[in-house]
């Protein structure tokens, strides 16, 4: 099957470090310090979300009240991506554009829940209880606002993109093949045109809860990703990002600027033991080819014991030479957007003219290894 | 070597396994018995207490486990077990080595209550969630992490069944299973995998999800008799009843299927997915998206309107749904539709979720195969205004060859399937 080129002609990128391409840029260029908050979810180190003016992307307060802050996080970043490529008033491109949303789910009513538990500890019947308080204390709307495919129907509704979409689920490897599949989609021709991406609020006790009960969180101060032997885990990161991705030829004949290639995106599922995650990705990037000198290596890796290093070893083994930055560094770890979110940095750094060739990988904290191989456009 | 093309001069997709659990039970045949012959999986809820609640009936399966489980548990038998019988009867690739990829619409997870109060037991004093925080950083319940991140079920099944790749959980909401189907075309025809298996699959009826449907009033709260409750269609049809099941289908490369001697089941001939920006939970009142889906699904497969025999309906037994639906098949089949049969399975199963778009399909292909249309339940009081052949109370006999199948979902998800019989003996 022919291949076709697969650009990326919009970035939309939030984060603790702010909005759009050029916060990033110069960040990726500095090199931090990064945004760190250790207090409010003590010994919980997270990085917070820049606060949006949501008005700029989601005007109708209606709308903005019907989302929770994942959600708003994502049609925000989505509406910054459509803008970038130019495409915000395009009406029949929306129409046609196809999304792909990497979601987890959404946030709980943490009082709701605290009371209806204290509660159940001392009642009768537990069973009827806890249908009386549901019955009462949920909000209607609260579900709408939680189910993981309503970021992508929120992004239909605030956007006007009425083109097909599709919520894949899945933690960290959701950000994966939702890019692996867009990139498939445009490559072989079945697309033109796909927005892709995810967002991840950190700032909630119940995701924070979820990670914990496995041990897989980093306490008290930040420490850098790779640095974390001592006391390995994640430190998770409020932020989101979409890419609109085109085919080259689409882009070229309406004339849009692509700010990278995006040449080779692949997942792999290695069942966990050591050395597993280093093989995983080492076929992965040894199926991109050469890596050329002046390369950027973007990690989206956890922080997390063991496959942290070993990934490491495998981003060493594929680019030597490379400058390696991890995204948990400058942002934090964005979960289901964190190999969005590093994919859009590698395409920033590349646009900037900070290197010529990226690769970017990452191995979600439990499950899944993902590469992706990005050059100057 | 690869012969056969779509008329798009794509690999045609056949199927060569089908498995399907729902309330009605486990496997093809008793579904099939039982959806012929009219019958309900409809009942009063004795999983949790109901009391209190304006429903209490559902499409539950409580054949499967003796103590107590939670959703993505279920979720995972079910769909463990419509895969089995999917993969057996393909006969494709060795036990645990499934030569494809895999795709899978899982409903979201989250943590349960019954998880929540094992934490807050062992908390003195206050429970919030920092509370809980303490609790689980003893990691005394290292387990509820793998039970509860959203990739867990597609990852257990991916190890079960051997499959290839970085397995795919997916949400389209109530058409989650016919895009977990598309998926696998997609990818065949691309060349990606020469096989797929594709699952949908929902064991999420608790009381919390319930309620949430309920406070939605998207529920019907006609509880008696249960049996009576999902009437699509009908003129006092007052909102879905949940189910429970999963549909699998192996899909693959109609040469490679060919080249191993499998028996092709039918092809999956089109598919169509349109959004639709309107409203979160309501349709575009001109049906464009729905309609739009439809003729896609058509286009896909180089068929017209006139080449469908039969239409699988979405049909939830919602007043909203069912008018959308009637008006968007207006729209398609024109004249037709007077007399095009249109079924809906959900008057018997309920409404599967995340699995009804494959439970759906598994059904329409035996549809096809057994030359008999499972009948509407529960039409006793027609709505005069959508008049349709809905193929009431009484199965029926009839030449299928090729069916469409709609899955319509909250948040502007329309997803539409062409199934066909397979291609006359070449």
Redesign the interface.
Known sequence: MNRRDVVITGIGIASSLGEGVEAHAAALGAGGPPVVDTESFKPYPLHPLKPLELDRQIPKKSDQRQMEPWQRLGVYTAGLALDSAGLKDDAEAKSALQVIVAAGGGERDHTVDAAILEGLRGANEPGAFLNERLMSDLRPTLFLAQLSNLLAGNIAIVHGVTGPSRTFMGEEQAGVDAIRTAHARIASGQSDLMLVGGAYNAERRDMLLLFELGGYLHRDDFQPVFERENAPGLITGSAGAFLVLESAERAAARGAKAYATLKHTDAARSRREPGTVRSALDNLLGGFGPVGSEALAISAATGCAGITAEEAAAIAAAAPSAKRIATGDLVGHGVEAAFPVSVALAAIALSAGQAREAIVTGAGHWRGEGAAHLVQA | MSTHRDAKGRPLVAVTGLGVVTSLGQGKDANWQALTAGQSGIHRIDR??????KTSIGGTVDFLFDGPFTAPQLSEKLATLAAEEAVGQSGIGAAGDFPGELFMA?P????E?PQ??EL??SIDG?????S??RA??T?K??A???L????GV??HI??RFGTK?????????CSSGA?AIQ?GV?AI????TQAALCIGTDGSIH??AL??????SALSTQNDPPEAAAKPFSKNRDGFVMGEGAGALVLEDYDHALVRGATILGIVAGCG?????????RSSPDGK?AILAMQDALADAGLTPDDVDYINAHGTSTPENDKMEAMSCAAVFGERMANLPISSNKSMIGHTLTAAGAVEAVISFMTITNSLIPPTINYVNPDPAIALDVVPNTAREAKVRTVISNSF???????CLVLTAPPEAA
């Open positions: 949790f207490p109901t009391e209190g609640l899982v979201p997870v989250e943590m209550w929540k109060q807050a037991q206050d429970v919030d969630y920092d809980l925080l689980a950083a990691h319940y290292k509820m992490h793998e509860f991140v959203f990739g597609a990852d991916a190890d790749g970085s397995p795919i959980s997916l949400s389209t909401a895009t998926m997609e025809r691309r060349g990606d009381a919390e309620i949430r449907f309920s406070l939605l997915e349109r959004g639709d920006g309107f409203h979160r939970t998206p979902g909250f948040g502007g998800q329309n997803t």
